[in-house]
């Protein structure tokens, strides 16, 4: 007598509810959502992305009123050659990327230790250190804003640049702990305490082994301070006093009329990140085969 082998049909294991293939199910339910999940994924792109594609189009506008409209009036590069003939506005931009500058220079300064304490260490007040990290990033930027203006003037501090790169790094800080605390449970203190072995201080143990370990979450979290500070408008508004930062003066120029170089300024800062973004990606890339 000849034993007939089972179809692969017969052996697939169904489910004791349906009496279905679980596999066959799942690829059924994702046939059964149609094309709204990719409807929805290109509506979301799309409007991310129709504000960046019109600051940089219209960049190259020839606008004869010397401001933004939507007509289309021909291809132009005269606003980038005249970059800094609308008054105030380079000396505006240049304020917002020295502000952010130091801004992401200091909270990864402050950032760094503070992070190496919650992610390594207990102490008395980490949970309410931890607590006030998180809240800071939650805080509304109008509650950031006004609370940071009645401390400086309880304490007679007038507004300006100083208090804008306090109140920058204020806030700054909390995300940047939040960068790096990640990045730093993702390393094994192995070579720390490979290099104590070997005779290394803790403070050559940390310059030589522990840094360059923490580099890129340092990198990330300097990125990430200055992206957010050179475009933040609302907690700025409160403290800025005479100070103009870009955000401040896009907001004010708005009013009467906004300049064509106010695109320009947004899409060489775009094409900047654009390149950073583009580089790290080629950087780590290299790394994972070098690794490999």
Known sequence: MTAVAPSRSSTAPTSPVTGSVPGRSRRRGV???GPWLAIVYWVVIAVTLVPIVYMIVYSFNDAPTNRLSFAWNGFTTYWYANLVNVSGLGQAFVTSVVVAFLAAVV????????????????????????????????????????????????????????TVLLTHVAFDVAYVVVVLRARIAGTSRALEEAASDLGATPLQAFRLVTLPLLAPGM????????????DDYVITSFVAGPSVTFPLFVYGAAKAGMPPQVLCFGTLVFAVGLLVALLNGALNRRLARTRG
């Open 107 to 162: 909270s990864v300064a402050i950032g760094l230790p503070l992070a190496l304490a919650l992610e390594r260490h207990r102490f008395p007040g980490r949970g309410v250190v931890n607590s006030v990290v998180f809240a800071d990033i939650a805080a509304p930027s109008i509650v950031v804003g006004s609370a940071s203006l009645s401390f400086f003037l309880s304490i007679g501090l007038g507004t300006g640049f100083l």
């Open 219 to 230: 990198l990330a979290a300097g990125l990430l301070a200055l992206a957010m500070s050179i």
């Open 31 to 33: 046939d059964r959502r």
